[in-house]
């Protein structure tokens, strides 16, 4: 396993303003349908493997119906944006009947997006509850299983001719007065809605805390989560260097080493580009540059930016599925860096991530197999077979599902 760390010298646990709870998007989420909090895990054969104290992980492989995390960010992004370009912008995002029957016209309205699979899926999906048209960009090279499920959603997929950044810039040209973009990642003159997307994600963290303070826990000591323009991360960061947390935490954000533009952007000290080719089969993460709206975020906030090959978070899968969970190549890379930094018994990097005996380490398990030919490949099972056999795996592996 191959991997890369950058300890961030600006570094400085800044606190950062959280939105309060009682605006934040849950009320909206638990009106879609399909809505349950899913899973938070402890990982005690993953913990002894890596020689810390504890392992949590929020198993987003299916969540509100889809096999991501991503519908969280897209469908409050949806929300806000149609609020605020097609109806009154005063009236309140209670619920996705409130927000249906508010609009005029849906027919005659297309929502826009571009994709390396889960974002573009999770806006078609809106698009199908609203009955809008959907238009989604992807870059050339895709997954053939991820076109074909955006396209099961009834959107019309356009394959762009390059990078997903390209695709970024091609759906751009799309907006107009009946044509709304919902990116999750920003650019001069456009962040409300990336914003929005951030946002979104804060569902998944609140219901991390939920469960930890039910069960009498306080909070993990060391979060790694996984980027590709940073606003996932950016979510994280934003919740768990609000005021209030812990002063010890050790942050880590994970990316493919062949697009590591966070990396590169905190070795500069400003946004840079990790140029094409994106290779990985962490498409999800295969992202060329930085979202402007999250990187001075992520900048101030996150400890280690670590890049890793496909080996590492192949292995993270293999991994995880011997403990009956089911983690796409994007889902599993935030494992797969710990793991690789494991393995390779350099003390002064354990050191940078807070990997002691005494450290608990939450990861977030971001996608399921969304590409299954490529899982079968990689793990020697079909997830339908890890998921047949999820009961007996977690029972060997002795896999507590927390907060029950």
């Not at 999250?294 to 293999?318: E, H, K, N, Q």
């Not at 011997?322 to 350099?346: K, R, T």
């Not at 990689?378 to 999820?390: C, D, E, F, T, Y």
Request: charge should be positive; hydrophobic fraction near 40%; charged fraction near 20%.
């Amino acid at each position: 396993m191959v991997h890369e760390i950058l300890v961030n010298p600006r570094s400085a646990s800044t606190p950062a303003n959280e939105p309060e709870r009682d605006v934040l998007p849950l009320r909206f989420h638990r009106s879609l349908p399909h809505y349950e909090k899913t899973p938070l895990l402890e990982l005690p054969a993953i913990a002894k493997k890596i020689g810390v104290s504890r392992v949590y992980l929020k198993d987003e492989s299916w969540r509100l119906g889809l096999p991501s995390f991503k519908m969280l960010g897209a469908s409050w992004a949806v929300a806000h944006a149609i609020r605020s370009a097609w109806i009154d912008g005063n009236t309140p995002i209670h619920s996705l009947e409130n927000l249906r029957g508010a609009m005029r016209n849906p027919r005659q309205r297309t929502l826009v997006a571009a994709t390396d699979g889960n974002h573009g899926r999770g806006v078609a999906r809106m698009a199908k509850y609203l009955g809008t048209k959907c238009m989604i960009f992807v870059p050339r090279g895709l997954a053939r299983s991820r076109v074909n499920a955006i396209k099961s959603e009834g959107a019309r997929v356009r394959i762009v001719n390059g990078s997903y950044d390209d695709a970024i810039a091609r759906s751009a040209q799309e907006a107009n007065e009946d044509c709304l973009v919902v990116s999750d990642t920003s650019w001069e003159g456009y962040e409300d809605i990336p914003r929005q997307v951030t946002v979104g994600y804060s569902t998944l963290f609140g219901e991390i805390d939920d469960t930890l303070r039910y069960i009498g826990r306080g909070d993990p000591n060391v979060v790694v989560l996984q980027a590709g323009v940073g606003s996932f991360a950016a979510a994280g960061m934003l919740h768990y260097r609000s005021p209030g947390r812990q002063g010890d935490l050790r942050t880590v954000v994970v990316e493919p080493l062949s697009a590591n533009c966070l990396f590169r952007s905190c070795r500069l000290g400003k946004i840079a580009e990790a140029p094409p080719p994106h290779p990985s089969t962490m498409a999800g993460l295969n992202c060329g540059l930085p979202s402007q709206l999250t990187w001075p975020i992520l900048d101030r906030s996150v400890d280690v930016f670590c890049g890793i090959s496909d080996d590492a978070t192949y292995s993270a899968m293999r991994l995880l599925a011997n403990n009956g969970v089911v983690a796409g190549e994007s889902g599993a890379a935030g494992l797969g860096a710990i793991l690789s930094v494991a393995a390779s018994a350099d003390e002064r990097q354990r050191e940078a991530l807070g990997l002691t005996a005494r450290a608990t380490v939450l990861v977030v398990n971001t996608e399921g197999a969304t590409d299954p030919v490529n899982y079968k490949r990689v793990v020697g099972l079909s997830p339908k077979r890890v998921i047949a056999n999820q009961v007996s795996l977690r029972l060997a592996q002795k896999v507590v599902e927390l907060g029950l």
